[in-house]
């Protein structure tokens, strides 16, 4: 019996580049964050906003600028992290 291949399903990226800056897009792809400066710190602030806002734990990268509790909130990083 030949075996039938199974589907597989990539997720996008949320982290893509504006005109302005890297962005990224949060886990319902509803709200989008940032500009940030480069790819990396789009990715960082990714794992950052997942860490803390969705699993409840410290940031993962203490040496990394993290935007504050009110610019997550109000979806606001337009001033940079």
Do not use: I
């Not at 990539?10 to 480069?38: A, C, I, Q």
């Not at 950052?48 to 806002?53: C, G, I, K, M």
């Amino acid at each position: 019996m030949k075996a039938t291949p199974k589907a597989v399903h990539l997720m996008p990226n949320p982290v893509h580049k504006e005109d302005d800056g890297w962005y990224f897009y949060d886990e319902t792809w509803s709200d989008r964050f940032g500009p940030f400066p480069t790819e990396e710190d789009a990715n960082k602030a990714r794992v950052v906003y997942a860490t803390t806002q969705l699993e409840g734990k410290p940031n993962p990268y203490p040496d990394f600028q993290a935007p504050s509790q009110a610019d997550w909130d109000s979806n606001r990083l337009e001033e940079g992290t």
